[in-house]
Nanobody, 114 residues
Framework: VQLQASGGGSVQAGGSLSLTCAAS????????LAWYRQAPGKERELVAR???????NYADPVKGRFTISRDNAKIMLSLQMNSLKPEDTAVYYC?????????WGKGTQVTVSS
């Protein structure tokens, strides 16, 4: 099973982008789905996570601006990003954690210019 992320691109500060991530096949016993990001020269960090029960948590820098959502049946994950800032520039990765295995997408570039 592979995860394919899409929706990245370039936008000016204050703009919006929406990322989506879809699985190529079925993934069972999903615990959580998440978005991570990695900026140049920095470690990969959690952006937002949603559990199979629907609970969400967000990194402090994106609270109030980003919204994560999911469709468990299709293993589709989305991230709505509003009021984007230059510091949001990074490669964004989707992540699915199931019992015994973690899946990663290849990443999609988000670039925010000032």
């Amino acid at each position: 099973v592979q995860l394919q992320a899409s929706g990245g691109g370039s936008v000016q500060a204050g703009g919006s982008l929406s990322l989506t991530c879809a699985a190529s096949g079925s993934i069972f016993n999903v615990n959580s789905l998440a978005w991570y990001r990695q900026a140049p020269g920095k470690e990969r960090e959690l952006v937002a996570r949603i559990t199979s029960g629907g609970s969400t948590n967000y990194a402090d820098p994106v609270k109030g601006r980003f919204t994560i959502s999911r469709d468990n049946a299709k293993i589709m994950l989305s991230l709505q990003m509003n009021s984007l800032k230059p510091e949001d520039t990074a490669v964004y990765y989707c992540n699915v954690a199931s019992i015994g295995r973690v899946y990663w997408g290849k990443g999609t570039q988000v670039t925010v210019s000032s």
